[in-house]
């Protein structure tokens, strides 16, 4: 059986959703960077059974197990990273906390509620991490020109595309996106003010005073346009992740990071600037 070597320098990674589509790209990075060592996988359907051969490669003497708290318990990993559903990602985080394992979270879903309360308290028990909505380097940009634009361009769309399988709507990515135009745009109710729908939801979801579209469709990976009007001219700034393996330098560097940081950052443009 070929197994992955064990080296004590390496940082020790759980990952939480390595069955998952995320996931398996994630297990592919980890086992090729000689720096990082893959330790234990968690799956409450899979316990016991080797990750390589869920996921159809080679065996790689890593296991499943049924927790994230048997994963800390049994392997005390350094960085958790999870990549699972938004129901199950906060208490993920808790058990971090608990174990003061870093976490490294590309679920998105979570509230910002939800949010505030989980950066209050690692900061306080000076825990580092990483909550990103989205890996991809090109994402970040897309997101920071539509906060540079909507500035000078205050009439704004979002439309993001997902496959079909997608859980919250709208992403992650766009919920961020509108987070940063509506802090770099003035207060602006868009649109003709007798505006009603024939179809309700025609307009998409409303996110301080301008729309988010969002699309569902097998074939897709993950994409976002974001468009924006003004007097005799138009401007769009597009996104595509053409598959999953462009989130994975995003994740290997926040692996990285994390293990540096004493406080919970909300963005991977956090660890580039
Ligand atoms: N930040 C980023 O750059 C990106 C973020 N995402 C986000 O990542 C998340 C996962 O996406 P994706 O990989 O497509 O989803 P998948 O449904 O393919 O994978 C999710 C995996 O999580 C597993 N899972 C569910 N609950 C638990 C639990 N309690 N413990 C351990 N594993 C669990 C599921 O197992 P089972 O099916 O057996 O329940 C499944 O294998 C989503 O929130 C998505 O939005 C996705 C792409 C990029
Ligand atoms: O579910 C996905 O696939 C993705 N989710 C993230 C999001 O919600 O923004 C990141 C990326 O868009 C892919």
Redesign the pocket.
């Known amino acids: 059986m070929e197994t992955l070597e064990r080296n004590e320098k390496t940082i020790k990674v759980a990952v ?8 398996q790209e994630v297990v592919k990075m980890l086992i090729q960077d000689p720096t990082l060592e893959f330790v234990v996988a ?4 899979l316990h016991g059974v080797d990750v390589g051969e869920a996921i159809g490669g080679r065996t790689l003497g890593v296991q499943f197990v049924q ?2 708290e048997e994963a800390f318990q049994k392997y005390q990993p350094d960085v958790l990273v999870d ?7 906060f208490q ?1 985080m808790e058990l971090s906390l608990q174990y003061k394992v870093r976490p490294v979270i ?4 979570l509230s910002t509620e939800q949010m505030e309360d989980l950066t209050r308290r690692y900061t306080e028990a000076k825990l580092g991490g990483i909550i ?5 380097i090109g ?1 970040i940009l897309c997101m920071k020109f539509a906060a540079m634009a909507a500035k000078y361009m205050p009439h704004v769309e979002i439309i993001e595309l997902h ?1 079909d ?4 709507a709208p ?2 990515t766009a919920l961020k996106t509108a987070e940063l135009i509506a802090k770099s745009r003035a207060e602006l109710a868009q649109g003709h003010p007798q505006e009603e729908e024939s179809i309700p939801g025609a307009r998409g979801a409303e996110y301080h005073g301008f729309r988010i579209h969002s699309v569902r469709l097998p074939g897709m990976v ?1 994409h976002q346009e974001v468009l924006f009007g003004a007097t005799g001219q138009t401007l769009s700034i597009r996104h595509d ?1 053409i598959n ?1 393996e462009s ?1 994975m330098p ?2 290997n560097m926040a692996i990285k990071a994390a293990m540096n940081m004493d406080t919970l950052v909300y963005g991977l443009e956090n660890l580039l600037d």
């Open positions: 939480a959703g390595a069955k998952g589509r995320m996931g968690v799956d409450s359907k927790s994230v990549f699972t559903t938004p129901q199950t990602v993920h590309g679920t998105t879903g990103a909505p989205n890996f991809a994402a496959h399988r997608k859980l919250d992403s992650g993950a992740s999953r989130f995003g994740v």
